[in-house]
């Protein structure tokens, strides 16, 4: 039997315990156990209080595992340093920066330094795959500052806007 | 049987090379693939028979190139060139240049395209036929007052639309007067980058309006028939996700009169090959003439589905000069059929475009089930090409039959690396005004909108799979396997630490 | 809608058990499959909501024993049994199990399930109600004088078979008076060992016949249906391997004769449900009424795909009580469909029985193929079952074109480990005779005696592909890959020695 | 590059050269190229004169390699110490030996001690997946010994009836 924990963001810590017999896996989760049959390359049957679910499960080489059960996209990431307990990872933290979703070109900015600026509010248009996309705010909060301008090309790394929260936010 | 051509040359890439790879196929014809630098390793290179490689990976270099198109055809003694949908298949210098080299193009004439890709012109046309149109501009202007004094005339909501558009590319919706100089300007910059065309129109914006369209095919005989009806009313920023077939907003006295309207249509534009004639529908059962498409849709298999026809094989034949088939003249709507697609974006996060290295792909099985795809395990999702990645099609009985159906197969799809919008597909299917059949272009907006992902449901099941993968699946890289650092615990001594992140946005 | 049951137990495994399921989740009903031990690993287990452990793998032991299917049902709550074909699909004595059990069996009455599987009883039956039958015995009977006096009378050849038989199995064909005795015997020892049942018959056998079968479909409300005919007339020792819909035999008068008589033999015997009625047609267009099969058959999915028709959810709802459908009622025949039986048995070698653990496994996909099927890569393919692995079946506007889709189908479906008839059947289907529509139920035995492969042409694509795989492809075993000593050679460094072994008889 | 020697059974010996670019082999048999582009585990697009195969090739635990070619099953056996070179396996050899094709029940030996038999007669019937099946004679000959009766459980490697060839078989 193999032992694993998962610090779920916003919840508790999660222990799984997985025992392999056959070809089957039973994993045991808060004293439930799910049936694992393998049905083909990392596609399991599991059995969960006698409904079938077919899911999906893959690990990419730098750690994070993705899973699809019943259409619903799930990512696990294996801890680094940084990342580990600070609630940081793709969505979950650095609400205060906005990011490009992919590369592409700055079509125009929405907002200028100062602005006060509200969930939901579109803030630039980034063209991308030949679409115009709108990216939007993730929090309330005021445009600390713009480090790109219209027609410049962003990659995904560098914040094309940095936000100042407001103070419910913060605590998020 | 005659061979009907020597080799057919497919100029297009992913799931409609493939689907025209097929036809091909059922008639006995070689097909020669064309792909780009990106494409080295894609589903359709290596479904056809022969492959060409034209270019580096922007379109412009390589799929949209006309002189290298023609070019791979003459090599590879290809007599025919099938467009597909996108990239030049609505391109009437294409169809031009393929007349002078004497290669068969397999849609319509230039004449036809050039009339019908010009939603003005094709306005006026069709207005002379008698076909019900939209009110608005009869053409196109620079002047911006004259777009205000035809919206006022119209009555707020408007909208404003490319000339030369599609798919939702260079659409803009008014809805009052104060918006209307912003919405025409990001209009024509869009239609600009879209189509090198920023020639813009103005119309009334019907309200709480259905997308329905009629296939229509039509042979070199005269012989013009529609194909039935697909409803595609359900549609994020005017680009379509779910289709179906039949709709549930016609009875048998409108589907015969939009079907003969739509014949009209192909025949007022001496149409010839497969086409789509898109209409507006509003609640009081009033529909107007959008456009004409001439060209193989996205959506045709749900027409295939219930007809039992195959649309592809059926223009090669019409441009082979075959007359249509008896079979093919009396149709009948059989059962329902309901098309997903799945775009490379993410559903839980303002379908923002999602690209990556596909770790795992399969998909669903069985009778009455389709998948048109252009991908495959280790493909690299990259921003170069339109995002769709698969189109699943499903039949069945009825409606309701045909839901259920679509949401077995979408749970059945699985691909890990590039994020979709399967769930979001479910929840709008789930929906009860969905299962009503009220669906209007604005179902999403106005459905949607609150819609929340409660993952606390999925949290323990996710777990326990990660840990099952933890020790029984390897880690997926490429097709390369170098580097791979997989943990692989032995019993009773691993105690990992992992942390779950998800991509919702709140 | 409401739900039809509220659960179905499919009493069957591999592929019809799947195919089963998949009508189960059309309607939504959740199903429950049962496996024995051979079966822990199989696909049509892991297809359903729940799964019951039956017993061991004879199938006496398990998916023939009656109180365990039965027991199995009420222990999950299933309303419903669905049988599939073979095993307790036509046991009377299971539908009256059922019947006890307030369990719907989806499938006939008992009492007609009882006279059409007794052949001598519905051949007097058939007789009264007028259908056609072949000269022959009108009972069984012990007395070899009696076989005698009647072969005489009908003329040489005639034909023996088993009362309770189906499926080839306890048939034997006897040209001359001096083989009669031994034919007998072997008859009645393989209908013993089958059908626990040695009870045979004797009737005229007709020189170059069509097997030719209408499928009906039958409501609990008066309603009886055929949904147009198949043609098996490709069959090796009386078991089918190709079949195709409609029939090159059949003109629109021929097949509406039939099919009323088809219709007239499910009324005569009460009928409810999906059923078959199998003819023999001979070469001046007489027909002559052969059995009536109670069950769904291995060849339904040709039905399905010329008429859109998905008769497995048509049986479940028969079952439940509803009336069949006016979509239903008024049925056409649009294009060609084949389907291809892929047997576990050795196409170059006699068909000998062929076994072993599946290396490799992957099907065609594409618009109209549809590939039913019950295995997977890793599993091993024992001597415990019947050897059918897949069916394959295609659509397409006309025969040829069908044929042609057929076969680029055949080269796409991939299996190692197992041997096939895939090749015997491409060869089948690119003889004249088969693409002139000349078949016969001696097609085989008459064309295809001297078939010949020559190994020659692929031996260096076969070396080639040995070559890459020594490099490229890790060797397989079942789901584990323990003891792996594949070799991988380095460059410049290996001169391996290998043998090209063959499986061809010569 | 790797190189590769295959003995044929009543043919030649044939060398293979195998390059890899990228995902492509290329494999040089008689001064001929022929590409294989990789197309999922254990298929490959193979290119020959412009001619598209789909080829499925997997190799078992016990060395053995399965082609699958336009639906032709070729077997590849790696050498063992008796069978290489000496024309054995599954039916190219021992037409003197009549085996089983696989395990059963033998229902009826059609045949005696001393008959003359001739290729393509029946010799004994196998039942195995209830079915009767036929066991053919693969070579003119007479038979030399039955070592089964009937009702006999057989299985693969021993066996049934062995024959003593004519002339002119002895040396195919």
């Known amino acids: ?172 | 049987m005659k061979q009907l051509f020597n080799k057919i040359l497919v100029a297009n890439r992913s799931e409609i090379a493939v689907r025209v790879m097929n036809a091909c196929r059922t008639l006995g014809v070689p097909c020669v693939a064309v792909y780009s630098d990106a494409d080295r390793g894609s589903k359709h290179r290596f479904f056809a028979d022969e492959a060409v490689h034209i270019g580096a990976s922007p379109p412009r270099e390589s799929y949209l190139d006309i002189e290298k198109i023609i070019n791979a055809a003459k090599e590879t003694g290809c007599d025919a060139i099938h467009p597909g949908y996108g990239f030049l298949a609505e391109n009437p210098i294409l169809v031009q240049r393929c007349i002078e080299e004497k290669i068969t193009f397999i849609g319509p004439s230039p004449e036809a395209i050039r009339l019908l890709g010009n939603k003005v012109a094709s306005r006026v046309k069709m207005a002379d036929a008698g076909i019900p149109l939209i009110p608005g501009m009869k053409d196109s202007s620079v002047d911006v007052e004259l777009y205000k004094k035809t919206a006022e005339e119209a009555g707020y909501p408007v909208i404003i639309k490319a000339a030369a558009g599609g798919g939702g590319k260079g659409m803009r919706v008014v809805k009052a007067a104060d918006e209307l100089e912003d919405a025409l300007e990001a209009a024509r910059r869009e239609a600009k980058n879209a189509f090198n065309d920023d020639t813009v129109y103005l119309e009334k914006y019907i309200v709480n309006p259905r997308h329905i369209e009629f296939q229509v095919i039509a042979d070199t005989h005269g012989n013009t028939i529609h194909v039935f009806e697909r409803e595609c009313s359900i549609q994020r920023r005017h680009q379509k996700i779910i289709e179906e077939t039949p709709s549930m907003a016609l009875d048998d006295d409108l589907r015969a009169r939009m079907g003969a309207d739509a014949v009209k249509v192909a025949r007022a534009a001496d149409y010839t090959n497969a086409g789509t004639v898109e209409f507006l529908l509003d609640e009081t059962g009033k529909y107007y003439f959008l456009e004409m498409n001439t060209r193989i849709q996205v959506e045709h298999p749900i027409t295939e589905m219930v007809t039992g026809v195959d649309l592809v094989v059926e223009q090669i034949r019409i441009a082979a000069g075959l007359e249509l088939s008896e079979q093919v003249r009396n149709l009948t709507q059989r059962g329902h059929a309901i098309e997903c697609r799945i775009y490379a974006e993410d559903g839980e996060n303002n379908f923002m475009p999602s690209t990556g290295i596909i770790l795992h792909y399969s998909e669903p099985v069985g009778p009455d089930v389709r998948v048109d795809s252009g991908i495959a395990a280790g493909m690299e999702v990259t921003i170069d090409y339109d995002p769709i990645l698969a189109k699943l099609i499903v039949h069945a009985p009825t409606r309701e039959l045909a839901v259920r159906k679509m949401i077995d197969a979408l749970n059945a799809y699985k691909i890990l690396g590039v994020k979709t919008s399967k769930k979001f597909m479910i929840d709008v299917m789930s929906h009860p005004e969905f299962m009503a059949g009220r669906t209007y272009t604005d179902f999403i907006e106005k459905h949607m909108n609150d819609r929340k992902l409660n993952l606390k449901v999925y949290q323990n099941i996710a777990v326990a799979a990660a840990s099952v993968a933890a020790q029984a699946v390897p880690s997926s890289g490429a097709f390369s396997r170098e580097g791979d650092t997989a943990i692989t615990p032995s019993p009773w001594q691993t105690i990992g630490s992992w942390q779950i992140g998800d991509s919702i946005n709140e």
């Open chain 1, 1 to 172: 039997m193999s032992s694993y924990e998962f610090l779920i963001e916003g919840y508790d810590t999660v222990t799984s315990a997985v025992e392999k017999k056959g070809e089957t896996f039973f994993v045991t989760i808060d004293n439930k156990v799910v049936e694992f049959y393998p049905s083909g390359d990392n596609l399991f049957n599991a059995f969960i209080n006698g409904k079938r679910r077919l899911v999906a499960v893959a690990r990419s080489q730098n750690g994070t595992t993705y899973v699809d059960i019943d259409s619903v996209l799930i990512e696990l990431k294996e801890p680094s340093d940084d990342a580990f307990g600070s609630g940081a990872g793709d969505a979950g933290g650095e609400k205060d920066k906005v990011f490009a979703p992919m590369p592409g070109k700055i079509v125009k900015l929405l907002v200028a330094v100062g602005d006060e600026v509200t969930e939901k509010q579109q803030l630039v248009i980034v063209e991308a795959m030949k679409m115009e996309n709108p990216v939007l705010c993730r929090a309330n909060g005021k445009v600390k500052a713009i480090n790109f301008a219209d027609g410049d090309q962003v990659d995904t790394d560098s914040p094309i806007i940095e936000l100042e929260l407001a103070k419910q936010e913060q605590s998020d």
